[in-house]
Nanobody
Framework: QVQPVESGGGLVQAGGSLRLSCAASGRTFSNYSMGWFRQAPGKEREFVAAITRSGSSTLYANSVKGRFTISRDNAENTVFLQMNSLNTEDTAVYYC????????????????WGRGTQVTVFS
């Protein structure tokens, strides 16, 4: 089991960039695919991006494709979300999560969740 802890959120102007990090405790980090989700005020949690154990395959929500990049460093037990060309609709709490499946977009497939980091984009 791993326990994710997110960092890197903050306040950024539209068009800017942020890089989120998720450090996962536990010696079995490389056994899990990892994902990023987000939840905006008054909205349901939604999938953002996911990456396989080795990092060889990734999936993105259509709303972030071409702007966000997920990556991981298994030696550092860390997964990243590089967010470029941010807009106000990206404002949300971003969560990192771990799944035992090879690659999935469903929140119910992720068993370990971090507490989230706030990203606020202003125009």
């Amino acid at each position: 089991q791993v326990q994710p802890v997110e960092s890197g959120g903050g306040l950024v102007q539209a068009g800017g960039s942020l890089r989120l990090s998720c450090a996962a405790s536990g010696r079995t980090f490389s056994n899990y695919s990892m994902g990023w989700f987000r939840q905006a005020p008054g909205k349901e949690r939604e999938f953002v991006a996911a990456i396989t154990r080795s990092g060889s395959s990734t999936l993105y929500a259509n709303s972030v494709k071409g702007r966000f990049t997920i990556s991981r460093d298994n030696a550092e037990n860390t997964v990243f979300l590089q967010m470029n060309s941010l807009n106000t609709e990206d404002t949300a709490v971003y969560y990192c999560a771990a799944s035992a499946l090879w690659l999935t977009t469903r929140g119910s497939d992720f068993g370990s969740w971090g507490r989230g980091t706030q990203v606020t984009v202003f125009s």
